[in-house]
């Protein structure tokens, strides 16, 4: 069993989805502290002036809550900003059209109140898309209290039988791996190395979210972004 643990993120960059790919179990790790100006409630673009931040905005007192609380704030229709940052920047893409229905769907069908409920809904929409047949499941839904960092993943993992536990390369700086070692879980962290494509504006750029790959490459999408094997 394969499990993969990490907070929900807004229209996430591709290495997410090809992590989401290699696992049995997905956890959105929702009940921890939300951190602000984040890639929580925030993503780039490509844009003809290079990469471009779009940002849900949240309510004040957000930075005081756990992911799961943190609400949407209702003082700019930031909605349909979104949808048409999305329309300026990539109606040109060769598959705008073909996929249009996706920002349609995440900005005009829908209307959001919670951040963790739309970065949920879009990430397990857009692993539609791309085929992905992961299970997802929400850390909140859980129960698990413990407060050491490793100890509450391990804890998570073990929930789920899991054995092999796959990671963004960031976490060196902070997993155990004797405690993991100890837990018999194996630990694989992913390798980032992803081959270009066309895209438009510009000089190529890997870190933007995985809508841009979406649109310039359509149904040949997963080519670039399932890159990782375990």
Known sequence: MKVAILQ????????????????DVFVFLDDV??????????????????????????????????IFEVEVSDKINWQKKHHYSFLANYAKAKYFKEFEFLIEDFYIKNQWKNL???????????????????????????????QDKNQRLIDIIKYFNGKI???????????????????????YFMNYNYPEYHQLHGNFVHNVTVLDVIFNCGENAS????????
């Open 8 to 23: 929900p993120n807004y229209l996430p960059w591709k290495g997410v989805f090809d992590m989401i790919n290699l696992v």
């Open 33 to 66: 502290q939300y951190t602000k100006n984040d890639w929580r409630n925030r993503n780039k673009i490509k844009t003809p002036k290079g990469t471009q931040w779009i940002t849900v905005p949240v309510k004040s007192n957000s930075i005081k809550q756990k």
């Open 116 to 146: 963790n409920e739309l970065n949920i809904y879009t990430t397990k929409r857009i692993s539609e898309i791309l085929k992905i047949n992961t299970k997802f499941i929400r850390s909140s839904e859980l129960n698990i209290a413990t």
């Open 165 to 187: 536990y796959i990671s963004g390369p960031a976490a060196k700086n902070y997993i155990d791996m004797k405690k993991f070692k100890q837990n018999n879980i194996e630990i």
């Open 223 to 230: 080519k670039y972004i399932f890159q990782n094997n375990i």
